[in-house]
């Protein structure tokens, strides 16, 4: 868990705004069990009262191979969701070789 202060002087169209951003932010990651690992990042702007990009991770041991899936659901702030999955090897050697799907699904 984390928090975060930012304040910025001046953006490129408006050289006297001072932005300020606050958020609380929160990292959780566990092994499910020995071949399955679950990871979750998320976060609140206290200064918009929103929640954060959030991203949730699940990775799959297959002994040689390693499959993940990365989900960043749609939010107010978001227009889109977008995925990933891809299934790579653990080898050092081949960690070039990987296939990869990844999609943003618009909102209806």
């Known amino acids: 868990m984390g ?10 169209l408006n050289p006297d705004t001072i932005v300020t951003v606050q958020s609380i ?4 990651d566990f092994n499910l069990t020995a071949h399955w690992k679950v990871a979750l990042s998320t976060g609140f702007d206290i200064v918009h009262r929103q929640i954060t990009l959030t991203n949730l991770t699940v990775i799959r041991d297959l002994h040689c191979w ?8 749609a939010l107010p702030t978001f227009n889109s969701q977008q995925f990933s999955i891809i299934l790579q090897p653990k080898s050092p050697t081949l960690k070039d070789l990987k296939a990869q799907k990844k999609n943003s699904l618009q909102p209806l």
Do not use: A, R
């Open 66 to 73: 390693e499959l993940t899936f990365n989900w960043t659901p």
């Open 3 to 12: 928090y975060n202060f930012n304040v910025t002087h001046g953006t490129y």
């Open 25 to 28: 932010n929160l990292k959780l």
